[in-house]
Nanobody, 122 residues
Framework: QVQLVESGGGLVQAGGSLRLSCAAS????????MAWFRQAPGKERAFVAA????????YYADDVKGRFTIARDNSKNTMYLQMNSLKPEDTAVYYC???????????????WGQGTRVTVSS
């Protein structure tokens, strides 16, 4: 089992920045990919960014590319999402997730955090 706990959400004005954290514990050594997803009000949960493998390859959804940066600190078993130039449409609950697979599909993620809310005001 893997436990994931997000933190760092909040209210920010458009153009501002936030950094989300995801602390992982448990059987983390078998995890291949960790990712951030988000779910805006009235919408389905969607992929935001992922970091994969020992080399830490990163992948981003088109609408956050160039504004968000995913990173991890293996010594702390923590993943981060640095969000810059935030827009009102970034408002959502952000979820940290982990999988034993090399995948960006929600269905392949075995472990999820409880979510942290990000609200961007215009």
């Amino acid at each position: 089992q893997v436990q994931l706990v997000e933190s760092g959400g909040g209210l920010v004005q458009a153009g501002g920045s936030l950094r989300l954290s995801c602390a992982a514990s448990g059987r983390t050594f078998s995890i291949v990919t960790m990712a951030w997803f988000r779910q805006a009000p009235g919408k389905e949960r969607a992929f935001v960014a992922a970091i994969r493998g020992s080399g830490g390859s990163t992948y981003y959804a088109d609408d956050v590319k160039g504004r968000f940066t995913i990173a991890r600190d293996n010594s702390k078993n923590t993943m981060y999402l640095q969000m810059n130039s935030l827009k009102p449409e970034d408002t959502a609950v952000y979820y940290c997730a982990a999988t034993y697979a090399s995948s960006f599909y929600i269905k392949d993620y075995d472990y999820w955090g409880q979510g942290t809310r990000v609200t961007v005001s215009s």
